[in-house]
């Protein structure tokens, strides 16, 4: 049996990867700004030496880059200040994962400075907290978007999905409907819903109704998910997989059948 490979303590996902992606490019954008820069930064992060990196002066540099040069693709706008943070870390966590067994002190220092609290992060936590004061104030002189967010999904829209995938009467669109469903009662992300397994339902004889742990990947945590009746078929989680169109269409004609 082959000796085990050392597991990373760094994230592999395929989001990450696309992430750091972006950063790169927009730190060899940074690294062309200007002449200067180009002497110091240019080349892209793989090029630049361990002394350059692991000091706060390029991360300070690059984050006066991000507020007031960087525009996002397709727009041309300036980023909003929560996207300036994130590439920031990205950053951060490139160059840490990088050098951390670094025997330097002077790198040992500064990738202590993602550590919470610690006093190496003093002037890192001071900046986040500048680029924040910062990209709020751009907004407001701009008269930029404060709110980014996307369109909250509530029940009619909820509910005119699932009359739609109704329609369809397909075992996929049933499949769609019911995962719709699941994921809205419980408030969870999309995805999640995949591994929320049968067997780990229960039903709950007090308050009458299913219960079951609902695994979050982003937290790696669980909580505990409750799923009620609906208020109609199209919507109800008990009925999720006996509202397509067709099924009803029959129904409707056996009943007048029935009748005559």
């Given at each position: 049996?082959?000796?085990?490979?050392?597991?990373?303590?760094?994230?592999?996902s395929a989001s990450l990867k696309k992430q750091q992606g972006t950063v790169r490019a927009a730190?060899?954008?940074?690294?062309e700004c200007d002449e200067e820069c180009a002497k110091v930064y240019g080349g892209g992060l793989d090029q630049l030496s361990?002394?350059?990196?692991?000091?706060?002066?390029?991360?300070?540099?690059f984050a006066t880059f991000l507020v007031e040069d960087w525009?996002?693709?397709?727009t041309g706008e300036h980023i909003g200040g929560a996207t300036v943070l994130q590439y920031l870390s990205v950053l951060m966590n490139i160059i840490v994962n990088k050098y951390r067994s670094s025997d330097d002190a002077k790198t040992k220092k500064f990738c202590l400075s993602?550590?919470?609290?610690?006093?190496?992060g003093a002037w890192y936590r001071g900046l986040k907290a500048?680029?924040?004061?910062?990209c709020f104030k751009r907004a407001l002189e701009n008269g930029e978007s404060l709110d980014n967010s996307a369109t909250p999904v509530g029940f009619q829209q909820v509910k005119q999905m699932a009359v739609a995938l109704a329609h369809r009467s397909t075992p996929r669109a049933m499949e769609t409907k019911f995962a719709l469903r699941q994921t809205w009662a419980s408030g969870g992300r999309a995805a999640e819903s995949a591994y929320l397994l049968y067997t780990g339902l229960k039903w709950d004889y007090d308050q009458q109704?299913?219960?079951g742990l609902w695994p979050q990947l982003k937290t790696f945590k669980v909580?505990?998910?409750?799923?009620v009746a609906g208020i109609d078929a199209s919507t109800c989680y008990y009925t999720i997989g006996e509202t397509s169109w067709r099924s009803r269409s029959r129904r409707s004609s056996r009943m007048a059948r029935l009748a005559s």
């Open positions: 049996m082959p000796m085990p490979e050392a597991m990373e303590t760094h994230g592999r730190f060899e954008a940074f690294g361990e002394e350059t990196l692991c000091h706060e002066d390029v991360v300070r540099r525009r996002a693709a397709g993602l550590a919470k609290h610690a006093p190496e500048e680029v924040r004061k910062l109704c299913t219960v909580k505990l998910a409750v799923f």
